[in-house]
Every structure is written in structure tokens, then in C-alpha cells.
């Protein structure tokens, strides 16, 4: 089967990114930008908040090693998609829970995994699904963030508990 793409947002895009670098099949990892109305913004526009973009990465998937389901049970466990516009400290509409989405099939996916783990959540997730019309890397700075800066303390205080999260709920999933 080809290679299909996923479009998340969970707050700051290096703590996804550094949680999806390490799931079987997930073969590219790009953080950047979606959801907004300014063409190609900057890390500093869309920080502002008057892009309306959210911080996402985007994954290019192999569903015959990682299913599109899978990847959104990762996405509901690692970040708290019942906090309006934050999560943690990082505060505005760029750090949104925000799925975006690919295709009707994706769509469909998505709200079935957010009836799935309203439960969890205590019915209160906030989830945009919305589908994706444009994505922008962000700049090479941003990418491949945890790995290259692991002893910054942003990445050992928030990144690595998500890390840690995907080995302690999904270990089976974990690239070798």
C-alpha cells in the first residue's frame, strides 16, 4: 500500500514530533504550520496568534506497519485535548488540539477516536477537525528539535514525559 499522510496538532509541534519519530512506521516527521489564513508565516507570525495557524507536524505513514487509528490513539494519550487553546504553558489558538484532516476516510476516523476517548477525557474534548487545506514547514530549526537539543530544559521537562508516555502505553509500537 502507499504511503498516506497524517496532519496533528497537540501544543508545541517538537513534542509531537519528538512521540512520532518513534513509532514503527512512521517514516518522516515535519513540524510546521496548518489551519491558518496568512500564506507561508513565519515561526514569529504565527506565535503573534494572528495567523490562525496551528503548531502540527506531518506524518508520512506506512498503514500497513501503523494504522491512521493508531496514530490518533498516540495523539489523545500524549497531549490533553480538553484545554482550549494551551496546553500546559503554552498558551494561544497556535497551540490548539486540531486534527487535520486528509480525507473523508480520516474524517470519519478522527471523530470516531474523540467519541472513543471522550470517556477518558470526561466527555470534554476539544478537538478541531477541520480538514487540511494548506501545511508550511516550519523553519530547519524546528525540525528534528528533541533529538538534536536533549538536554535544553523545555525538551527534558515537557518533551521527554510524552516520550516517556509513548514507551510506558504503546511500547509495542516503539521502532527498534
Same mark, same amino acid.
Given at each position: 500500500m502507499a504511503q498516506e499522510q497524517a496532519t496533528l496538532g497537540g501544543g508545541c509541534f517538537w513534542c509531537l514530533e519528538a512521540v512520532y519519530q518513534r513509532v514503527k512506521g512512521v517514516e518522516r516527521v515535519v513540524s510546521g504550520y496548518a489551519g491558518g489564513h496568512t500564506p507561508d508565516p513565519s515561526y514569529r +507570525?504565527?506565535?503573534?496568534?494572528?495567523?490562525?495557524?496551528?503548531?502540527?507536524?506531518?506524518l508520512t505513514f +506506512? /498503514?500497513?506497519?501503523?494504522?491512521?487509528?493508531?496514530?490518533?490513539?498516540? $495523539?489523545?494519550?500524549?497531549? +490533553? /485535548?480538553t484545554q482550549l487553546n494551551?496546553?500546559?504553558?503554552?498558551?494561544?489558538t497556535q497551540y490548539r488540539s486540531a486534527i487535520f484532516t486528509h480525507s473523508s476516510e480520516q474524517e470519519s476516523a478522527a471523530q470516531e477516536a474523540i467519541a472513543e476517548f471522550a470517556s477518558v477525557w470526561g466527555g470534554r474534548i476539544?478537538?478541531?477537525?477541520?480538514?487540511?487545506?494548506? $501545511?508550511? /514547514?516550519a523553519e530547519d530549526y524546528h525540525q528534528n528539535y528533541?533529538?538534536?537539543? /536533549?538536554?535544553?530544559?523545555?525538551?527534558?521537562?515537557?518533551?521527554?514525559?510524552k516520550v516517556a508516555k509513548l514507551r510506558a502505553h504503546f511500547l509495542q509500537m516503539l521502532k527498534a
Open positions: +507570525d504565527v506565535c503573534s496568534g494572528a495567523t490562525g495557524h496551528a503548531e502540527v507536524v506531518q +506506512d /498503514p500497513d506497519v501503523v494504522s491512521y487509528a493508531d496514530l490518533l490513539r498516540v $495523539f489523545f494519550t500524549i497531549h +490533553d /485535548p494551551r496546553q500546559g504553558n503554552d498558551v494561544g476539544v478537538t478541531q477537525v477541520a480538514p487540511l487545506t494548506t $501545511f508550511y /514547514p528533541f533529538d538534536d537539543n /536533549p538536554y535544553q530544559p523545555y525538551c527534558q521537562v515537557i518533551i521527554e514525559p
